[in-house]
């Protein structure tokens, strides 16, 4: 299996290339934050080349900018090629399948999308109804209905 899932912020600007067919792509990085710290206690960080193609390629050079933050759904691909000096290069590269933009580098968003500077209160500060789990939520609604397996669509 060939399953490939990154989060990180891109390197730079995304730019869009068409080919000869027409057919539209984006070769870009993103750097990718590694879960440990090294010895000097400093968080390392990954830059993985990635290629998107047609609409996705499209939407990613029109929306995105250096900094945003995007999820990269995809396989890894290796290619070669023989470079001017006769030397052979390997390149290896996340083929986006789906990607999924998260927010810009200067969002001050929380994990719900609301600016933490704005006036909008906090779900603690609103004042939210809420029920009583132990009492039950159909006892004004009548009679128990009694169903039968042929009344089921399903």
Do not use: H
Request: proline content about 3%.
């Amino acid at each position: 299996m060939n399953k490939v899932i990154l989060i990180g912020r891109l390197t730079k600007d995304p730019e869009l290339k068409t080919l000869a067919s027409g057919v539209s792509n984006v070769a870009f990085s993103i750097a990718v934050q590694r879960n440990f710290t090294n010895q000097n206690g400093e968080k390392e960080v990954d830059f993985i080349n990635c290629v998107a193609w047609r609409r996705q390629a499209e939407n990613l050079a029109k929306y995105c900018s250096k900094g945003t933050q995007v999820a990269v759904e995809g396989r890894m691909q290796v290619r070669n090629y023989d470079a001017q000096d006769g030397t052979k290069r390997y390149v290896t590269e996340v083929i986006c399948d789906n990607v999924t933009f998260l927010g810009s580098k200067n969002d001050k968003q929380s994990n719900f999308g609301v600016d933490q500077n704005s006036d909008i209160p906090a779900a603690a500060d609103q004042d939210i109804q809420t029920t009583d789990v132990t009492e039950d939520p159909f006892k004004d609604f009548g009679e128990e209905v009694v169903l039968s397996d042929d009344d089921l669509p399903f």
